[in-house]
């Protein structure tokens, strides 16, 4: 191995696997005979070491692996090892470091990272490196805002980069998941979710998913863990690796806990057989097997429960995970008293209760050893079993409030769910009977036009004919198309403020928001809502100037009032961002046309300004009469449109992209402008310069000539 490097690489490669699939004595055995850390090879003595590091987090001795983490470090730090090698030494300790929440020297090692990250320029693990960060801050501050600061960087980094926002939103998400506060780790999980699927990158939804699942485990929502399981499945059967067996255990511990007792079996023992075929040994097989045991109490079969019981305490003992060993505890302490062994079963109830007192991180568990004491000692230590109920029912009435908050938010979003998709039904009903009324008033014109026609020529007919149904399948097709951006807006733009207010009301119900978190909050909810607001608004004048026979009412107003009104409404979002609003009117102007169709063309293009402006900018509002017109500009500062999609806009109204705050927009607005100006006689036209901002000006005739 001295002499040819690649076979100390191979070695490597083959102890790592050994860590891999839970084999910690094989890698043992395989660091101790290759003799890695005797090789000339820094790279691969750093790698011998991280491989050794890991062996000891697998039984959880933390202090061991310690030891071995300072050893890579010092021969990292003496020699000059690739960017890729001190990469995977930082990422393993940072993950360890968190894993068993030594804050000290994480945050230590983070900073390290950071300015590894930014020697190398390499912006998405610069992001992870200051999410790292930002963790260990908090952990170490506990209540101490430092660690704000750190992600507010990591949001500015994806302003620059929005390729970035789905990886930003997933460790937001861990972050927030991590701390416990878990309605606010699925609310960020639910936007990287969204950021990933815009982005095209579904790979990274598997890993994605299991934060949904772990999350709502804790909360003991396990139809919603469940639901997410089930996505994911398609994506860890692709290929064959230590996941499945993971995977499917976990799936049937969840149908445990829903009651689905055979489901629950049938994923055991597809996690069983592949832990077995792929990683024979490996003691992390505790899992499947310890719920095997609860299965077989659940189906009535007592001596395979205990057989799988006591075999998994074994394991779970080789793994030091006491959490483990007190669930099979716990079962066999449940067996025994329905065998009526009172006194064994106290002692596998009072075994377990101390396991879990001295590591107290499953109440779970911990419920079930009470209850468990509890009805073990009713005859013969009342005193002791009441202390034992008390402390169950105060786990309990703790458990169920959780749960019934969540079933509350449930039932409100499955409200809002089922009521978007009664619409959408609604919607497309319309759509099928306005597509089927075209057709026969078309067919109706093409029947009378034919007998007329045939009579003077033959050619005409034919002229005729196909100008009538190349103006059917024009109408057709816009009909179509917009029905199908309809619903497209409700079922999923209207999707994200409405799960925002549903994880808020999960925040409220948990308790886990101060006065200040609801503040912030409440400002993204704000604007959410009124960026809501405008797309119904959009939608409702998109559906009235689609009406056949429509034509704009004439109403008598000052256009002085409509401004103001648009501004009064405006406001409030455009202070979220910071945009000053400067009016200059030179002139007042009184109007004679449909006030609904001027108020709702300056609405969408200020709401437009708004949505493309920067922060701490102005956006300016200027009109003046002239002859028998007003003229109306609106001016931002903002992202600015190139020449083709400007063009684009100005003629078909396609083209609605997000805001600089990621404001969702229906792609209905500037439509609707387009065909409401031309309703009323009015022009509109623009300028723009990519990265400089955009100037519409819309011109509106003073006296509407058509009306209804």
Not at 31 to 45: A, P, Y
Not at 321 to 350: K, M, R, T, W
Not at 498 to 520: G, P
Request: glycine fraction near 4%; charged fraction near 25%; hydrophobic fraction near 40%.
């Amino acid at each position: 191995m001295r002499a040819n490097p690649d076979v100390g690489v191979i070695a490597c490669e083959l102890c790592e696997a050994f860590v891999r699939y839970t084999m910690p004595d094989s890698a043992r055995i395989c660091l101790n005979r290759t003799q890695l850390r005797r090789s000339n090879s820094d790279e691969i003595k750093i790698r011998a070491q991280l491989t050794a590091s890991r062996i000891e987090t697998i039984t959880y001795q933390y202090k061991r692996a310690k030891v071995h983490y300072d050893s890579a470090l010092r021969i990292m730090r003496s020699g000059k090892p690739s960017f890729r090698t001190a990469q995977n030494v930082y990422e393993t300790i940072l993950v360890q470091s968190a894993f068993f929440a030594d804050c000290d020297y994480g945050s230590l090692l983070a900073d390290e990272f950071i300015r590894l990250c930014q020697k190398q320029k390499n912006d998405s693990l610069y992001l992870v490196s200051i999410m790292q960060k930002a963790r260990f801050l908090e952990c170490q501050a506990a209540g101490d805002s430092a660690h704000v600061a750190l992600i507010e960087e990591a949001e500015e980094l994806c302003f620059r980069h929005p390729e970035l926002y789905g990886a930003y939103y997933e460790l937001l998400g861990n972050h927030h998941y991590y701390f416990g506060r878990l309605p606010k780790s699925i609310e960020f999980c639910l936007l990287a979710e969204n950021a990933y699927r815009q982005n095209n990158d579904l790979k990274r939804l598997e890993g994605l998913y299991g934060i949904f699942v772990s999350a709502y485990e804790e909360m003991s929502d396990f139809d919603r863990a469940l639901q997410y399981m089930l996505l994911a499945q398609p994506m860890v059967e692709s290929e064959v690796d230590e996941t499945w067996a993971e995977y499917y255990n976990t799936l049937g511990w969840i149908y445990y806990r829903l009651g689905m007792v055979d489901s629950a079996l049938s994923a055991i023992r597809t996690s069983s057989k592949h832990h077995k075929e792929l990683t024979p040994g490996n003691p992390e097989l505790a899992y499947p097997i310890g719920n095997l045991g609860l299965i077989f109490k659940a189906l009535g079969e007592l001596d395979s429960a205990k057989m799988y019981s006591n075999r998994a305490i074994e394991l779970f003992t080789i793994l030091n995970l006491d959490n483990g060993v007190a669930e099979a505890l716990n079962n066999l302490g449940a067996i025994a008293l329905e065998e009526s062994q009172v006194d064994l079963a106290i002692q596998y109830f009072d075994r377990a209760l101390q396991l879990l007192e001295e590591n107290v991180v499953d109440r779970y568990e911990e419920m079930k050893s009470l209850e468990g004491l509890y009805l073990a000692l009713q005859d013969r230590d009342p005193k002791r079993a009441i202390r034992h109920f008390q402390r169950f029912t105060e786990l309990k009435i703790a458990l169920l409030s959780k749960e019934e908050a969540l079933k509350a938010l449930q039932l409100e979003a499955e409200f809002y769910q089922d009521r978007n998709e009664d619409r959408i039904r609604e919607l497309k009903y319309e759509s099928q009977l306005k597509s089927l009324e075209i057709e026969q008033k078309n067919n109706r014109i093409l029947l009378t036009s034919f007998a007329l026609l045939f009579m003077i020529f033959v050619s005409g007919l034919i002229f005729f004919y196909w100008l009538q149904r190349r103006s059917m399948i024009a109408s057709l097709e816009e009909s179509n198309m917009v029905n199908e951006r309809i619903i497209s807006m409700i079922s999923h733009d209207f999707r994200g403020p409405l799960n925002n207010v549903k994880v808020t009301l999960e925040l409220l119900q948990s308790k886990d928001m101060d006065i200040n978190e609801f503040m912030i909050i409440s400002k993204d909810l704000y604007r959410q809502s009124s960026d809501l607001s405008l797309m119904f608004d959009s939608f409702v004048g998109w559906a009235i100037s689609q009406r056949d026979g429509y034509l704009p009412a004439k109403v008598s107003f000052k256009w002085s009032v409509i401004v103001d009104e648009v501004i009064s409404l405006s406001e409030p979002l455009a202070k979220l961002k910071n945009i000053r609003i400067k009016l200059k009117a030179l002139s007042d102007v009184h109007l004679e046309t449909d006030r609904m169709a001027a108020s709702l063309i300056l609405r969408n293009l200020l709401a437009n300004a708004i949505k493309y402006s920067h922060d701490n900018s102005s956006i300016e509002i200027e009109y003046f009469q002239e002859e028998n017109w007003v003229h109306t500009s609106v001016r931002d500062y903002g992202i600015g449109i190139s020449q083709d999609k400007l063009h684009r806009l100005l003629t078909t109204g396609d083209g609605s992209t997000m805001g600089t705050k990621n404001e969702y927009g229906a792609g209905l607005g500037l439509r609707m402008v387009i065909r409401y100006i031309k309703s009323i006689g009015g022009s509109i036209k623009a300028e723009s310069e990519k990265g400089k901002g955009t100037k519409f000006m819309v011109s509106i005739p003073l006296t509407l000539t058509s009306t209804r």
